[in-house]
């Protein structure tokens, strides 16, 4: 359904896509996950025709999205990480308002959108002016504007961001439905775990390049075999850094004060290793353990370092 190949995307001297591939196929739920930053919104605008591109290929069921924008519109909807201001105007008028865009009229139209109220759980909010709306319910009315004109693949730039647990929630169970009907949607968000519920497949981006592709089981593995151990010392930090950096499990040492952050690839047995080294080299450690973070975290922290 969507191909992206190649793609940059260049402001000024800043390289914001880096030569970022991926495909989608028909029906996945496509997880885009990447710190802020990573250049998420700017792949998306240019997938859904909003923004240049500096070189690349993007491909929507086989239509040339960079070249036939007007062809291609109809198969995209793009919900923005943002929603406007809209003084005066009720729930109901809004839909109406993005179906004359699309020149859906009369009772196709009434029916497209209390089906799309429906679907979102804001059919008893018509008749409210939108401003008065909830963060998670104008989300959730972002998403229907969206969806007016039935589009193939969905593009949601962050729809879950400042929400709380119970509107994160219904988003999740809305999503749900759009997987059910078929649709074939990209997600963007930097919070991992959130999308590992939901995506049947997940792109990692990190300083616009793709830094790990692929369905949702293969990426947890690969994140879950790295962990990060964060240690305290009296004292003797620059010993303790070089004996670490001799370590070839450890794929990064990250000293501050008197702690250190270690990111190693490996279990247990590794983790023993590291700490009997300290020991007999008489570091004084005060304290050495594992770091509960979120995997995504985890995984952000890795890649980003790798890098420098
Ligand atoms: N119009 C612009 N001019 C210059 N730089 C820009 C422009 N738009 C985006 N950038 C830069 O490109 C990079 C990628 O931005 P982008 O908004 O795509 O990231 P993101 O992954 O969506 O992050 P976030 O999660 O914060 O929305 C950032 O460093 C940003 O500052």
Same mark, same amino acid.
């Given at each position: 359904m969507?191909?992206?190949?190649?793609?940059?995307?260049?402001?000024?001297?800043?390289t914001?896509?880096?030569?970022?591939t991926?495909?989608?196929?028909?029906?996945?739920?496509?997880?885009?996950?990447? /710190?802020?930053?990573?250049?998420?919104?700017?792949?998306?605008?240019?997938?859904?025709?909003?923004?240049?591109?500096?070189?690349?290929?993007?491909?929507?069921?086989?239509?040339?999205?960079?070249k036939?924008?007007?062809?291609?519109?109809?198969?995209?909807?793009?919900?923005?990480?943002?929603?406007?201001?809209?003084d005066?105007?009720?729930?109901?008028?809004?839909?109406?308002f993005?179906?004359?865009?699309?020149?859906?009229?009369?009772?196709?139209?009434?029916?497209?959108?209390?089906?799309?109220?429906?679907?979102?759980?804001?059919?008893?909010?018509?008749?409210?002016?939108?401003?008065s709306?909830?963060?998670?319910?104008?989300?959730?009315?972002?998403?229907?504007?969206?969806?007016?004109?039935?589009?193939?693949?969905?593009?949601?730039?962050? /729809?879950?961001?400042?929400?709380?647990?119970?509107?994160?929630?219904?988003?999740?169970?809305?999503?749900?439905?759009?997987?059910?009907?078929?649709?074939?949607?990209?997600?963007?968000?930097?919070?991992?775990?959130?999308?590992?519920?939901?995506?049947?497949?997940?792109?990692?981006?990190?300083?616009?390049?793709?830094?790990?592709?692929?369905?949702?089981?293969?990426?947890?593995?690969?994140?879950q075999?790295?962990?990060?151990?964060?240690?305290?010392?009296?004292?003797?930090?620059?010993?303790?850094?070089?004996?670490?950096?001799?370590? /070839?499990?450890?794929?990064?040492?990250a000293?501050?004060?008197?702690?250190?952050?270690?990111?190693?690839?490996?279990g247990?047995?590794?983790?023993?290793?590291?700490?009997?080294?300290?020991?007999?080299?008489?570091?004084p450690?005060?304290?050495?353990?594992e770091?509960?973070?979120?995997?995504?975290?985890?995984?952000?922290?890795?890649?980003?370092r790798?890098?420098?």
């Open positions: 969507l191909k992206v190949n190649n793609l940059y995307k260049k402001f000024g001297k800043f914001a896509v880096d030569n970022l991926f495909h989608v196929p028909e029906g996945e739920i496509f997880g885009f996950v990447g /710190p802020n930053g990573a250049g998420k919104t700017t792949t998306m605008k240019i997938v859904a025709g909003l923004l240049k591109e500096t070189s690349g290929q993007v491909y929507v069921n086989e239509i040339d999205a960079l036939d924008h007007r062809k291609v519109k109809e198969y995209i909807g793009y919900m923005p990480d943002f929603f406007g201001v809209y005066n105007l009720k729930v109901s008028e809004y839909l109406d993005y179906a004359s865009i699309y020149e859906i009229y009369g009772k196709e139209k009434d029916k497209i959108c209390d089906d799309l109220l429906e679907l979102v759980d804001l059919s008893n909010k018509k008749g409210e002016y939108v401003d709306l909830s963060r998670g319910m104008k989300q959730r009315l972002c998403l229907a504007r969206s969806l007016i004109h039935n589009p193939k693949l969905l593009i949601l730039d962050e /729809p879950a961001s400042g929400m709380d647990p119970r509107a994160r929630f219904e988003m999740k169970e809305i999503l749900k439905s759009l997987r059910d009907m078929g649709k074939t949607v990209i997600i963007s968000s930097h919070i991992l775990s959130e999308l590992s519920e939901i995506c049947t497949s997940i792109g990692i981006i990190d300083k616009g390049k793709m830094v790990a592709n692929g369905k949702v089981e293969d990426i947890m593995m690969k994140l075999s790295n962990k990060i151990i964060k240690m305290k010392m009296i004292n003797r930090v620059e010993e303790a850094v070089r004996l670490l950096q001799e370590i /070839p499990e450890i794929t990064n040492v000293p501050s004060g008197n702690s250190i952050e270690i990111a190693i690839n490996g247990d047995v590794e983790m023993q290793n590291i700490l009997k080294k300290l020991i007999m080299n008489e570091i450690l005060v304290s050495f353990g770091e509960s973070r979120k995997l995504e975290d985890v995984f952000m922290k890795v890649t980003e790798s890098e420098e």
